[in-house]
C-alpha cells in the first residue's frame, strides 16, 4: 500500500513528535490504529524492557559475558519492527537491536541460546551475546564490525528490486556507525541503484564514551541523506508512534520503486555502552538521571491511559506473562549443554577442505584422550 | 623498581614519550575521558590535553590515515585500534598508504607512526574481539610488526615503536593485560626492534612462540624441564622484521624447533619461521620443524579455550619431535 499523501517531511529542524511528553497526540492526521495494535506497541515496549533487565542479570550472575543494553531504545525498535513485514523484508540489525529482533519474533529461547553462547544458539556459540540472527525471519546475522552491515544491507535491496520480491531492507545502526567509510560507500551506492532500503540510526548521542560532537559536525544525521539524494527523517524515537509511522512511510516508499530513505531516531541510551564499559568515566549521573525521566515507556502509557487503554492491572498481568515467558525460555535455553567442540570446524566452507579435516581429525583425537 | 602490569607498562611508555617529545600525540576512539577501553590510555588527556589525546570519529580508516598525514607533516603519531579485528576498515590507508608511502615517494616521504591494538582470544570475545591477524601486516612490505608478552617488552618496546622513523604495529595480547605482572625500570629505556628474548637457555629442543601463547609455551617448557628435559625457550617479541639470527643458532644447537603461535596456521608467521629453518638448517636438523597452532577457522567463542594452542598440544608436538 503506498501512502495516499505523504505525511512526513524530510529534513525537519525539530524532530518528528506524534505523542507529547504528557501523553497527548500532538500529529494533524488521527492516528487511525486499533486499540489491540496500541497495546501490542506496549507490550513488547515492555517485553524488550525486561529483556533487557534479564540480560543485565544474567551478567551480574556470570551466566554469560557480554551484553549490550537496549533500555531507552525500546520506542524506536518496537517502532521499526511493527512497520516491516515480518518474515518477509529484510532486517539488518546491530548488537543493540535485541529489543527489535524479539518484537520481531525471533524466538526467546533463541535469544537467549545466543545469549549462553550455547547448543540453544542456532548460530552454534560462535559469535558473542548480543548477535543474534534469523534466517527463518530474515534477520541477518549481527556483525561486532561497526558499519560492516551497510554495504550488504545496499546489496540486499538491490537483489530485491532486481528479483522484483516486493521486499525493503531495513539496517539499524548507531550514530558512530555514520563515521565509517562503510556506511557512505552503502549509502551512496543505495542511493544511486534506487535500493528499496530504509537506514536507520538508533542515535542515542554515545558511540561508547564519544558523544555524537566528536562524531559528526552536521546539525544532525539525518540531514546528511540530502548529499546522497534521498530524504532524511529526523524523528523522535523516544516516541513509538513517530517511529512507527516514519518507518512506516519510508518502508512503503522504497516498497513503491521510489528509493531508500535515511530515518534518525534519537533516543536515550539508559544503561552503559555494554557490561564491559563504565559509562560514570564519561557522562554524570545528572544527565543520566535527566534523560531517565524521559522514559519511553512512560510517554506512551500516559498516552494510552488517555485512549482508555491501559490501566494498572491490566500492565501488571502483562509484566507477569513476560517475565514468566522469560524465565521459561531462560529455563529452556540453560538445559541445552555446551555445543559439540567438534562443530568449531563446521560452516568455515559448505563442504571441509583437506586441512580442515586434519586440523578437525587432531582436536577429535586430543578429546578422545 | 615499579611494579607493573602490561597495561600499565604501555600507560607508562606513552606518558613518558609524550613527556619527551611535544610530537607525540594519540588518536582513536574512546582514548580520551574513557581512557581507552582497556584503559591503556588513561589519564593522558586529562594530563595533555584533548588535542594531543584525541578522541576521533569512529573510523579506523580516518584514525590511520590521518596518522599518515599526522606523520608525514611532522607528527609522531600513535593510533589505537579498538580491537585488532577492527584494523580492517582501516586497512586500505594502513597498506596502501602508511606502508608504501617512504617506497613509492623515493624516500621523500614518510609515516613513522605506531599503530597500537590488543590482539588474541582468551577473553571469551568471539571471532570479532579474539583475532590474531598479523601475517596479514607482516605480509605487507613497510610495515614492522611488535607483538609483546611482557611489561618489561612492552615499555621497552612501545617507546622504540614511538622513535622509529617507519610505521610499526604494535600489538598487544589483551588476554595478558592484567595477567601478568613484573618489575619494569622506571627510567628511560628502548629495547631493539628485530630482536628476539631468549626466554630459557637449553640443548634439547627450541621452542620459538610469541604474544598471548608465551605462557602455555612457558608452562609446556616447565613441565619438560620437570620430565628431565631442556628446552630452549624463544620469544620472537618483533614478527616482521624476525630475528632470523637468535632462531638458527638456537635451532643448530638443538636439533629440533617447535613454533608455537595462536593466529591461524595457513600463510602465518608459524609457516614462515619453521619454513626458513627447514631451508637453512636442512642437514642440522633431527626431526622436521612443526608447528602448533591456531585453526584455519574464525575464532569461535563457544571454544574459546579450545582454539589457543594448549599446554598438551604443545607437550604433544614436542614429543614428536623428540621421538622422531
Ligand atoms: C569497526 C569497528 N571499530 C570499533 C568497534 C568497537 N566498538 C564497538 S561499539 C562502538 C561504538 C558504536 O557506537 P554507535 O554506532 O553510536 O552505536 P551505539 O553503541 O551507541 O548504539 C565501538 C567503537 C567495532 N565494533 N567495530
Known amino acids: 500500500m503506498v501512502q495516499e499523501k505523504v505525511r512526513f517531511q524530510p529534513f525537519s529542524s525539530e524532530p518528528i513528535r506524534l505523542v507529547d511528553e504528557q501523553g497527548h497526540w500532538v500529529a494533524p492526521f488521527e492516528h487511525g490504529?486499533?486499540?489491540?495494535?496500541?497495546?501490542?506497541?506496549?507490550?513488547?515496549?515492555?517485553?524488550?524492557r525486561l529483556l533487557d533487565e534479564k540480560l543485565v542479570i544474567l551478567i551480574r550472575t556470570g551466566k554469560t559475558s557480554f551484553i549490550a543494553p537496549h533500555a531507552g531504545h525500546e520506542a524506536a525498535q518496537v517502532g521499526i519492527a511493527h512497520a516491516?513485514?515480518?518474515?518477509?523484508?529484510?532486517?539488518?540489525?546491530?548488537?543493540?537491536?535485541?529489543?527489535?529482533?524479539?518484537?520481531?519474533g525471533v524466538p526467546l529461547v533463541e535469544i537467549f541460546g545466543q545469549t549462553l553462547g550455547n547448543a540453544a544458539d542456532p548460530a552454534k556459540g560462535r559469535q558473542m551475546p548480543s548477535h543474534p540472527g534469523s534466517k527463518a525471519l530474515n534477520v541477518f546475522t549481527v556483525?561486532?564490525?561497526?558499519?560492516?552491515?551497510?554495504?550488504p544491507a545496499t546489496g540486499a535491496a538491490l537483489s530485491m528490486k532486481l528479483r522484483r520480491t516486493g521486499q525493503v531492507a531495513v539496517c539499524t545502526f548507531g550514530d558512530g556507525a555514520t563515521s565509517e567509510g562503510d556506511w557512505h560507500a552503502g549509502i551512496n551506492f543505495a542511493a544511486v541503484g534506487r535500493a528499496p532500503a530504509v537506514f536507520v540510526c538508533e542515535n542515542n548521542r554515545y558511540a561508547i564514551s564519544v558523544n555524537i560532537s566528536k562524531q559528526t559536525a552536521s546539525e544532525n544525521i539525518a540531514i546528511k541523506a540530502q548529499a546522497y539524494g534521498m530524504p532524511g527523517y529526523y524523528v523522535d524515537g523516544l516516541d513509538v508512534l513517530a517511529s512507527y509511522f516514519v518507518m512506516q512511510e519510508a518502508i512503503e516508499r522504497a516498497r513503491a520503486g521510489q528509493g531508500p530513505s535515511l530515518v534518525?531516531?534519537?533516543?536515550?541510551?539508559?544503561?552503559?555502552?555494554?557490561?564491559a564499559d563504565d559509562d560514570s568515566r564519561y557522562r554524570s549521573r545528572e544527565e543520566l538521571a535527566a534523560e531517565r525521566q524521559q522514559d519511553p515507556l512512560l510517554r506512551y502509557q500516559r498516552f494510552l491511559e488517555q485512549?482508555?487503554?491501559?490501566?494498572?492491572?491490566?500492565?501488571?498481568?502483562l509484566r507477569l506473562e513476560i517475565s514468566k515467558a522469560l524465565e521459561a525460555a531462560l529455563q529452556e535455553a540453560l538445559q541445552a549443554g555446551e555445543p559439540d567442540p567438534l562443530e568449531m570446524f563446521d560452516d568455515v566452507y559448505a563442504a571441509?577442505?583437506?586441512?580442515?579435516?586434519?586440523?578437525?581429525?587432531l582436536v577429535a583425537e586430543e578429546l578422545q584422550s | 623498581m615499579p611494579t607493573m602490569t602490561l597495561i600499565q607498562a604501555i600507560n607508562t611508555a606513552l606518558d613518558e614519550e609524550m613527556k619527551r617529545d611535544e610530537r607525540v600525540m594519540l588518536l582513536g576512539e574512546d582514548v580520551g575521558k574513557r581512557g581507552g577501553v582497556f584503559l591503556a590510555t588513561e589519564g593522558l588527556q586529562q594530563k595533555y590535553g584533548p588535542d594531543r589525546v584525541m578522541d576521533t570519529p569512529l573510523s579506523e580508516a580516518a584514525i590511520i590515515g590521518a596518522a599518515v598525514g599526522l606523520a608525514a607533516h611532522g607528527m609522531r603519531p600513535v593510533a589505537e585500534i579498538q580491537f585488532a579485528d577492527y584494523v580492517f576498515p582501516g586497512i586500505d590507508q594502513l597498506f596502501s598508504q602508511a606502508a608504501k608511502l617512504r617506497y613509492r615517494s623515493g624516500g621523500q616521504f614518510s609515516a613513522p607512526m605506531v599503530v597500537r591494538m590488543p590482539t588474541g582470544g582468551g577473553v571469551k570475545g568471539g571471532h570479532h574481539h579474539s583475532q590474531s591477524p598479523e601475517a596479514h601486516f607482516a605480509h605487507t612490505a613497510g610495515l614492522k610488526v611488535i607483538v609483546v608478552s611482557t611489561p618489561y617488552d612492552a615499555k621497552g618496546l612501545l617507546k622504540a615503536a614511538i622513535r622509529n622513523d617507519d610505521p610499526v604495529v604494535f600489538m598487544e595480547p589483551k588476554r595478558l593485560y592484567r595477567a601478568v605482572k613484573e618489575e619494569v625500570p622506571a627510567d628511560d629505556f628502548l629495547l631493539p626492534i628485530g630482536k628476539a628474548a631468549v626466554r630459557r637457555e637449553g640443548r634439547d629442543i627450541t621452542l620459538v612462540?610469541?604474544?598471548?601463547?608465551?605462557?602455555?609455551t612457558l608452562k609446556a617448557a616447565e613441565e619438560m624441564v620437570a620430565a628431565g628435559l631442556d628446552p630452549e625457550v624463544i620469544d620472537l617479541r618483533t614478527v616482521m622484521p624476525w630475528d632470523k639470527e637468535t632462531v638458527l643458532a638456537s635451532v643448530a644447537k638443538t636439533g629440533r624447533l617447535l613454533?608455537?603461535?595462536?593466529?591461524?596456521?595457513?600463510?602465518?608467521?608459524?609457516?614462515?619461521?619453521?619454513?626458513?629453518?627447514?631451508?637453512?638448517?636442512?642437514?642440522?636438523?633431527?626431526?622436521?620443524p612443526l608447528r602448533v597452532t591456531g585453526f584455519d577457522t574464525p575464532y569461535p567463542l563457544a571454544q574459546d579455550k579450545l582454539y589457543m594452542p594448549t599446554v598438551t598440544r604443545i607437550l604433544a608436538a614436542a614429543k614428536r619431535l623428540l621421538d622422531y
Open chain 1, 264 to 275: 534518525e531516531l534519537v533516543v536515550h541510551r539508559f544503561g552503559a555502552h555494554s557490561s
Open chain 1, 84 to 104: 516491516l513485514r515480518k518474515g518477509h523484508d529484510w532486517l539488518f540489525p546491530y548488537y543493540r537491536d535485541m529489543g527489535l529482533v524479539l518484537a520481531l
Open chain 1, 143 to 151: 556483525c561486532s564490525a561497526i558499519a560492516s552491515h551497510i554495504p
Open chain 1, 33 to 48: 490504529l486499533p486499540p489491540e495494535l496500541l497495546q501490542r506497541f506496549y507490550r513488547d515496549m515492555l517485553a524488550a
Open chain 2, 259 to 288: 613454533m608455537i603461535s595462536e593466529a591461524p596456521r595457513t600463510a602465518s608467521i608459524a609457516s614462515e619461521v619453521t619454513a626458513t629453518v627447514s631451508e637453512e638448517l636442512f642437514d642440522q636438523l633431527l626431526a622436521p
Open chain 2, 209 to 216: 612462540s610469541y604474544g598471548g601463547p608465551m605462557v602455555e
Open chain 1, 352 to 361: 571441509r577442505p583437506w586441512h580442515l579435516e586434519e586440523q578437525r581429525r
Open chain 1, 307 to 317: 485512549q482508555g487503554l491501559w490501566d494498572a492491572q491490566w500492565a501488571n498481568e
